[in-house]
């Protein structure tokens, strides 16, 4: 057995047609990984989800979640499951504590009282517990869908378009609980079309277009500044100055000009540890400087890049 | 599997739906009771000579419609006539007072008032009960759970029968009640009639209410095997219902057409005329050669096709 929690190979569904809505998906999520779907409307991320989670069949390929087939061990492996599918649903006639309730006892008797709470307390829902659930705002429903996934400990969370409908406060929130779970060793597949949210809150991701995967990025290396990253770093000069700046630049070797739209603004591509002579040099030039500031390669334009700029606008 | 049927048991009850079913199940069981009495004085009115003159009193109806088919020219009203007769003949030699009234004797006869309902209700509970969290959008948060996708519908299932039990001893525990209240007590083995297609039968409360029970019980659970398997079929609760109240109506309509319908072979093979069970209470063959055991023989394999329909598409079907 590998150390991956969830194993996915050459999956594919078919439709009416032969349309592929997802063709020939292949990925690995590590224990503990936060990974993330990212791809525009459309792209097949929830068809993938629903594949794994079983409430799809699939074409072709296969999953294996903590080294069971989902094939021949459906039922073990929904066991290791918790998942909100699009928004979390609930039988809104009922308080919050009587739903968990029921998606406890079909847990198989390991959820008890005392967990009930402990879940409850962790997505500080203690007050609104013993409201009817039709009460509840679209974040507490959230809250009580992350409760319902968490609550007979999961090892895999799968999460379909989390964020949809959540205001900023209530997406924080949510990173943050992903967070702490990853720390307890609980792996989140997570599916959005929010670049930034992805950005965030994943380790890696998986970038899907048209049913494929185009991309499998890193994010610890995206975000995290390493010394000899290339950066994009933009600086901005009195007005007028743009022409000189840019002159004083060009005697620094492997730093290229990106964009000169301004008069008072220049974007460089260069490697983070040139930050300093940069500096430098413009100094000596004589060139009053507003600010130098390093912009990092963000997934937003490793996305663009890859799927060539058109699917931004669909996913916004 | 119990913990989805508690699931489900739980989950009926904390709706406002089937407090409301009973609330009126209940309202037309003490309804009914009236209804009886009103009808009962009526009747009284016209037969003065009640107690212990009923014996006299029904002889002399019967001289009074000897005394009209003699008479009249009217057909109908000769047939009608003579139809009293037998009638009155059968209550005075089973020894049956007409106007006899106690909480067993209404209970026998008023139960199918109540349960015109009940099947309603039941139909109703039936079509919704998968179609509604696929509407919600909880079915989906039911399939990611560590179950096979029959067991949700065999859980379901019992959950409305169960219900369907629960309102059949509300409304018999009410009308007894209110038997009891207004009729006073009576034996269980009070003789009464049963009037049927066959012509009239004898027999006991005892003998004859849980036949009527009985056979009212495995007729609705058709109703409820159909508008269930309909609406997981079609994945509509609207039209569950509309077929399954369809089919409850449908029934009397084609019973209709039974004289037009019944020479061809095909006909005891169709599960509709079957669905009157209740009429098994007073005749042994609805057809010539068509008896009880054909007719639950043809419902237990129409009902095994709609279940069996149903749950494979069930198991397999992609929930978007």
Known sequence: MSGNILEVSG???????????????????????????????????????????GLMSKTDGSVTINGRDLDEQGKACRANIGAIVENPTFYEYMSGYKNLKLWGRMAGGSVTEERISEVVSLVKLEDAIKDKVKKYSLGMKQRLGVAQAILHRPSLLILDEPTNGLDPKGIRELRDYLRELADEGISTLVSSHLLSEMQLMCDRVVIMEKGKVIDI????????????????????????????????????????????????????????????????????????????????TSLEEKFLQLTSGKADKEAN | MFALLHN???????????????????????GTAFLYTAFDTLEGAGTEGDGENWEVTLELENEQYAQTIAESDDEWEREFAQDRIEENEALLAAGVDPNETNNAVFLNEMIYVGTAFITL?????????????????????????????????????????????????????VQYLMGTIMFGTGSFSTPVVEYGMGGVITTTVAEVFPQKIGLYFLNMLMFVVISFSISILFKSQTLAVGIGIFILFGTN?????????????WY?????????????????????????????????????????????????????
């Open chain 1, 11 to 53: 999956l594919t569904k078919t439709v009416g047609g032969g349309k592929k809505i997802v063709d020939g998906l292949s990925f690995d999520m590590k224990k503990g990984e936060i990974l993330g779907l990212l791809g525009p409307n459309g792209a097949g991320k929830t068809t993938t989800i629903r594949m794994i989670v």
């Open chain 2, 121 to 173: 209700f039941a139909v109703i509970l039936a079509s919704t009960i998968v179609s509604s969290e696929q509407d919600k959008g909880t079915l989906k948060h039911l399939f990611v759970r560590p179950y096979e996708r029959w067991q949700f519908l065999v859980a379901k299932f019992i959950t409305v029968i169960l219900f369907a039990a629960v309102m059949l001893v509300t409304v018999t525990a």
């Open chain 1, 217 to 296: 990025s890193d994010l610890s290396s995206l975000n995290a500044y390493g010394d000899k990253d290339q950066v994009a770093v933009s600086i901005s000069v009195k007005k007028g100055q743009g022409e000189a700046a840019k002159t004083a630049v060009s005697v620094l070797e492997e730093v290229t000009v990106a964009s000169h739209e301004t008069e008072n603004e220049l974007l460089l591509d260069m490697g983070r540890d040139r930050i300093p002579e940069l500096n430098r040099v413009l100094v000596k030039a004589g060139i009053d400087v507003f600010g130098i500031e390093s912009k990092r």
């Open chain 2, 8 to 30: 489900e048991w739980s989950k009926l009850w904390n709706k406002k739906q089937p407090w409301i079913f009973i609330g009126i199940l209940i309202v037309i069981s003490i």
């Open chain 2, 268 to 320: 005891p093979y169709v599960f509709l005329p079957h669905m009157t069970l209740q009429s098994y209470v007073v005749t042994d063959e609805f057809i010539p050669g068509v008896g009880l055991g054909f007719s639950l023989a043809v419902l237990a394999v129409y009902a095994v096709l709609f279940l069996g329909a149903a749950t494979a598409f069930f198991q397999k079907r992609d929930l978007v």
């Open chain 2, 253 to 265: 309509i084609l019973q209709g057409f039974a004289p037009l319908l019944q020479d061809y072979f």
